[in-house]
């Protein structure tokens, strides 16, 4: 299984983001130990992603990775700099696995730098100086810190501009086999140097020393080779193993002609689908740290526990082999204690050693080791048979009683285990019935509907996103809405000049609806609309305007009884399906939708319940609903077919 990319990896890689140059940068993600997404605008591409993903694999997505909602400090600090900035020339650092992005705005030039190597990095460089990065080290030769000056990794050993004389010169400064010597000295790695002996039909394990010129002057034309095609005629091809891909290259490969192959169109579709594939296998293949370190405590819990068992039973049998040959045991007792009184410690041991049951004796101890009954026994024959068997089996209880608490902690062990498994097993199911999230939109920062007409109406979250919703859409042709509640949302009816009189009580209804008029539960109210060169931030004289607020000058046109009831419903925007709350008007062409009010306190907010019916997750809901409680009213829902039934 490849764990990261080669050399020519990043180089076709390379080749294809060319495409991005003059492309600008728009939103910036971060999730993870080293997952970073660019979102970026290309002309007459629209959007398009840019992946560093796990800090070893750089390729642009088909469809978009599912992000997390709030910024990291590393993503808001590349979008408070970056955001916005033109792309220039995208380039691999020499036959390195760096990658450079030139960036360009107003208030000068940033260079992006992916680094694939050594755990991997992104460094936003400015002027030769490191802004910010995402992993910071101290290294032998360099340091990836902010503040610091960038410094490149000393260059290798260039293989795709190299003449034919520095090649050759490099293959025969070393001394090891001809597959080591191509992947370090020449610096092609272990992948291309199988490939370069395969193409030249050179037994890999030939000392360097051994290959002539000759063959060593086809190796520089099979490289020739590899990196024009990698250069002009890319040929993406993943390599299959029992159907799953055991490896990939830009080129096809001679060396991996014996594994079935599949080719792509881009290198970005085949590392995506490699790592879709690989990632499924991680999956299946996880487990959970701390479910890993019980396992280890209990399998040496189980051995140990074993162990004693073991000793416990050698314990009680040896001394059971002593009462079998009491005689025995007596009598080699009786006549070492005599003789170690009676002659030397040397002597003791040659006669000792004479006898055939004796396997050792230790007369510093006063200890001897011989075979009784078929167990080897060591006694002390300055005690009697019963005390040496004694001492055996004492040791042998004591041996029992540490079996005994081990035996305790490893039911322990076992019972920790599987409470967290069902924990896990828990999380897992929860995990598969969680609803997918739909498809995202630029509105949904703001609360929203759609009229009937089809115009998008916004309104404001609180204080900040109320300054934006009017400040960056309120625009001419569109039109303002405001109910007539103290901190009441800013709603901006997009294309509003044409609105009918239809939408623009839907309008006004949704600006009542989505204030504090909710929460107190209020019945029906009023709400106006206005043009935009009505509403101003602009104070009279001794008067302040709040954050949030706007001065609305001049008529109001307004909308009175108003009902306090919205809708939740499934509907479609831009192809893509969308949980919308609204008017209950907006609702008329739609299949499933359920009618909501203010609720008291006791009813709660029910928007689980509701995700669950429209299989979305809780938070969709949490974000397009009135503030405070909420109860259902009715429900439209299409009925089961009955043959499905």
Not at 44 to 66: A, H, I, M, V
Not at 111 to 118: A, D
């Amino acid at each position: 299984m490849k764990k990261e990319m080669s050399s020519f990896d990043v180089r076709s890689i390379v080749t294809e983001l060319a495409s991005l140059e003059g492309a600008h940068m728009d939103k910036i993600h971060h999730w993870g130990a080293g997952n970073v997404l660019f979102r970026l605008n290309v002309q007459g591409q629209g959007k398009t992603e840019l992946l560093f993903e796990d800090r070893k694999w750089l390729y642009c997505p088909s469809k978009k990775p599912e992000t997390p909602t709030m910024p990291t400090t590393f993503a808001s600090y590349l979008r408070k700099y970056i955001d916005n900035a033109r792309i220039g020339k995208v380039e691999q650092v020499g036959f390195d696995r760096i990658v450079t992005m030139e960036l360009s705005k107003s208030d000068g030039d940033y260079l992006l730098i992916f680094e694939m190597f050594g755990g991997g990095n992104v460094l936003l460089v400015k002027d030769g100086m490191i802004q910010n990065c995402l992993v910071q080290k101290t290294l032998k030769d360099r340091k990836t810190r902010p503040g610091e000056p960038y410094v490149m990794p000393k260059s290798r050993f260039d293989p795709t501009r190299s003449t034919e004389a520095d090649f050759l010169s490099s293959f025969r400064a070393s001394d090891a086999d001809a597959v080591r010597t191509l992947a370090t000295s020449v610096n092609l790695g272990g992948q291309y140097s199988e490939e370069v002996c395969t193409r030249v039909g050179l037994e890999k394990s030939t000392p360097s020393k051994d290959v002539d010129d000759a063959t060593v002057s086809r190796m520089y034309s099979a490289v020739e080779d590899i990196v024009g095609h990698v250069l002009q005629v890319p040929e993406p091809t993943a390599y299959l193993k029992d159907g799953k891909i055991e490896d990939f290259a830009p080129v096809m490969l001679q060396s991996r002609s014996y594994l079935e192959s599949k080719h792509y169109n881009t290198m970005s579709a085949l590392i995506e689908a490699y790592l879709e594939e690989t990632g499924e296998a991680l999956e299946e293949a996880y487990v959970d740290p701390a479910v890993e370190r019980l396992e280890k405590r209990i399998s040496k819990q189980e051995e140990t526990l074993l162990d004693y068992k073991l000793q416990e039973e050698e314990y009680r049998r040896k001394a059971e082999a002593l009462y079998a040959d009491y005689q025995k045991a007596a009598g080699l007792i009786q006549v070492l204690d005599e003789q170690s009184r009676k002659i030397t410690w040397e002597k003791l041991k040659e006669g000792a050693s004479k006898i055939p049951y004796v396997e050792s004796i230790d007369p510093a101890k006063t200890r001897v080791t011989a075979v009784m009954s078929g167990e080897t026994v060591t006694l002390d024959w300055t005690k009697g048979v019963d005390a040496n068997a004694s001492d055996l089996y004492q040791k042998g209880k004591d041996i029992g009683e540490k079996a005994k608490r081990a035996e305790d902690a490893l039911k322990q062990s076992r019972d920790e285990l599987s409470k967290l498994q069902k924990g896990i097993d828990r999380e897992k199911a929860l995990a598969a019935e969680r609803a997918a999230p739909t498809k995202q939109f630029w509105f949904e920062r703001y609360k929203w509907f759609i009229t009937t007409g089809g115009r998008l109406v916004m309104a404001g979250r609180d204080t900040h996103s109320n300054d934006n919703v009017v400040k960056k859409h309120l625009k001419d042709g569109d039109l303002y809405a405001h109910a007539d509640v103290h901190g009441a949302p800013s709603v901006v009816i997009k294309d509003g000049a044409k609105a009918s009189s239809e939408e623009l009580r839907q309008a006004c209804l949704f600006a009542l609806a989505q204030s504090k008029a909710w929460i107190a539960v209020m019945s029906e109210g009023g709400a106006f609309w206005v043009f935009p060169d009505q509403v101003s931030k602009t104070p009279n004289p001794g008067e302040f305007v709040p954050r949030g607020a706007f001065i609305v000058r001049g008529k109001r046109n307004y909308e009175y009884h108003l009902p306090m009831e919205l809708a939740i419903g499934e509907v479609y925007h831009e192809g893509s399906r969308k949980v919308m709350c609204g008017p209950v008007d907006c609702f008329g062409n739609c299949e499933k939708y359920i009618v909501i009010r203010p609720g008291k306190p006791k009813s709660g907010r029910r928007t689980n319940d509701i995700a669950k019916r429209f299989e979305v997750p809780e938070e969709e809901i949490s974000r397009i609903v009135p503030p405070g409680d909420l109860e259902v009213v009715r429900e439209v829902w299409p009925k089961p077919d009955t043959d499905e039934e």
